[in-house]
């Protein structure tokens, strides 16, 4: 069933003018249940703010321009749905399953996403800012000019990501893992990076002014040639950090 303003037509099982999910076998909007299956649902512009969804089964339902704001959906599974424009602001996404979805320009400040399954998702223009990323699987994913400011994600994985262009600006990323990854014209200004894996990513012109890489892992000098660095950077021993024009700024921090 087709669902617009959170109200649901007939065709799911419910009655005609159900609360958004609710109506159609799932927790509505504020409620009390979980583990609903409303795979497949169409739900446009609906208000599910607080909703207990916990462990539901959304699969390749669409959720465009739906408001998620604090809603509990840990451990459900939301692969291949389409949540474009959706807001999932302080949300519990905790081993919430969101692989190969579609959520460009969704916002997930301040959600809680760890241990998620976000693995090929098309996420271009989304919003991190200070979520909690810790432990999730971002790999191969499509994250081109994504915000990932004040972002908690210690240990998440991006292999083969897609993050031209990202703001990765005061983040946490101690032991992620960035390999093979696309991080060109990304700012990691005032992020952490200890223990992070950045073999054979790509880091043409990304932003690296100020920040302490010495401890980072597969680093190589041709990755810091590409890279924009000042005085501040810290590299690793036997390296050495240049700005965009070339001119050589810093050496390895010891």
């Known amino acids: 069933a087709r669902c617009r303003r959170g109200r649901c037509g007939g065709g799911c099982g419910g009655e005609r003018g159900g609360a958004g999910v609710g109506a159609c076998g799932g927790a509505g909007a504020n409620g009390e249940r979980s583990g609903g299956r409303v795979a497949g649902a169409r739900v446009i512009g609906a208000d599910f703010t607080g909703a207990a969804l916990v462990g539901s089964d959304l699969r390749g339902a669409r959720f465009h321009g739906s408001d998620f704001s604090k ?11 389409s949540m474009m424009g959706a807001s999932f602001d302080g949300a519990n996404l905790s081993d919430a399953v969101l692989r190969s979805a579609e959520a460009n320009g969704a916002d997930f400040a301040r959600a809680d996403l760890s241990g998620a399954d976000l693995r090929e998702l098309e996420g ?9 990323l810790q432990e999730a699987r971002l790999d191969e994913a499509e994250l081109n000019g994504v915000n990932f400011s004040r972002a908690n994600a210690r240990g998440a994985s991006f ?7 990202a703001n990765l600006q005061s983040g946490r990323f101690d032991n992620a893992s960035f390999r093979e990854a696309e991080l060109d014209m990304a700012s990691l200004r005032g992020a952490t ?10 880091l043409d012109r990304t932003d690296i002014g100020g920040v302490d890489l010495s401890r980072a892992r597969g680093l190589n000098q041709s990755q810091l040639d590409d890279a924009c660095a000042d005085s501040g950077t810290k590299v690793p021993s036997g390296l050495t950090a240049k700005t965009c024009a070339g001119r050589q700024i810093g050496r390895a921090h010891v």
């Not at 809603?71 to 749905?81: F, G, K, Q």
């Not at 992070?196 to 790509?202: E, I, K, L, M, V």
């Open 71 to 81: 809603a509990d959906l840990s451990r459900a599974d939301m692969s291949e749905s």
């Open 124 to 132: 271009g223009g989304s919003n991190f800012a200070s979520a909690n």
């Open 159 to 165: 292999r083969e990501a897609e993050l031209t262009a």
């Open 193 to 202: 990076f200890a223990g992070a894996d950045f073999r054979g990513a790509s």
